[in-house]
């Protein structure tokens, strides 16, 4: 499969190149050339399938032919070999209609592992391949972080360099990113939100000062991301379907997870209406009511995941909308950074409607979703997924509907005790991190001044092994 750029550089690239490049060279997101609907029989042969199959097969389709189908294989089996679910990704029954998709049984607790464990592997095998090193550079609102350095703690040639909002992310989701104890693992408390921490791995990856750092992106603006997240919507919507349409109700930040949602469904999965849920930074819902996406101050809220105003992601929806309009989205992008707004047309705003809806959830709202759950059906929930499951109950969807169900409740114990009065229990996993020593180092929301920091450590590090 070939991927091009959002916003229109011209250039082709193969799965590996964006596996290890992240962003396009013009600052883009990359995105398939085209993606076409499965054949009927293939569709069918994944009915019954497990997980393993399911994603190996799907990640060797959009991997192909850079990656071939056994070292997919390969690394897959060797990711999902972190789970501790034997389903991987287990469904849970609310009531007649209404289930959770668990999407926290990896190594750090959260949806994020589901691609990261893999991306891991391959990442390290194609540098391997090539012969070089890469840094790792992520921004987060608090799980992906925890699950990149997880994903590439002591690898060969790798460093990983985490940025977080200081203050803005939970306890727990802290302390799975600074407790690491491995070299290759460098963790900073930014002072700023989620968006300014983005805005630093972009800045360096458009510039040339930086090039000696090989840098790689592991954010869900990494198209390898999508590819795996891809899997966990296609073998939810088999066991569901019955043949129909399965809804999906998803917990939304940086756009990458329903997104994935809607690729499975371009595949030919039945994927039936997909519907984002916000906190009470609702930049997207919005933008669905309007049109208009307009950058206004983050709130820091009990779901930190989702204090976001600058969704990533959406850059490829708003591709895949426009028709493969490059210059559109080049100049959203443009207006979105200079201007903090831009309006779309209303033809590319029809065709998101279409694919997508948008429900926003107060914190209130949040807090009395994870009440009741726990009432009526003795589930815990964390406060990203009452989001969800709010608009799971509250909207009218014909069919199925799932609640993306993207943390572990234990994650956030504050916001669990404050809605339940109960102490969700903790994993063994989580038993460790709340007892070891942190390492991090805080730092200004200052792209240069982190570039330069981190070319003399590079330097250093050369230096030291050369001695």
Known sequence: MEYRSTRGDGTIHGFASTLLAGLAPDGGLFVPDRIDPLEESTLSGFVGADYATVARDLISLF???????????????????????????????????????????????????????FVGELVERQLAREGRHATVICATSGDTGAAAAAAFAGRENIS??????AGRVSEVQ???????????VANFAIDGDFDDCQAMVKALFVDPAAAP???????????????????????????????????YIVPTGNFGNILAADVARRLGFPVGRLVLSSNDNDVLPRFFETGRMERRETRQTISPSMDIQVSSNFERALWFASEGDTAAVAEWQRALTEDRAFSVDAATLGRLRERFSAARCT????????????????????????????????????????????????????????ATGHEPPRPELLEAVMEAPERYREHPADASALRELLLRENRADRSENYQ
């Open 160 to 165: 990983v360099v985490v940025l977080h909002p």
């Open 363 to 418: 914190e209130a709202e949040a807090l009395e979703e994870m009440a009741r759950t726990w009432r009526e059906t003795g589930e815990m929930i964390c406060p990203h997924s009452a989001t969800a499951a709010h608009a799971a109950r509250t909207l009218d969807l014909d069919g199925p509907v799932v609640v993306a169900a993207t943390a572990h409740p234990a994650k956030f114990p504050d916001a669990v005790r404050q």
């Open 63 to 117: 991997a192909a032919p850079d990656i071939e189908p056994a070292t997919v294989a390969d690394s897959v089996e060797r990711a999902l070999g972190n789970f501790t679910h034997p389903a991987i990704a287990p469904h849970r029954q609310l009531d007649q209609d209404r289930w959770l998709l668990e999407l926290f049984h990896g190594p750090t607790l959260a949806f994020k592992d589901y691609a990261l464990q």
């Open 174 to 184: 802290r302390r799975q990113m600074t407790t690491l104890t491995h070299d290759n």
């Open 213 to 247: 750092l090989n840098l790689t992106a592991v954010n869900s603006i990494n198209w390898a991301r999508i590819t795996c997240q891809v899997a966990y919507y296609a073998w939810s919507s088999l066991r569901l379907g019955g043949g129909g349409p399965v809804n």
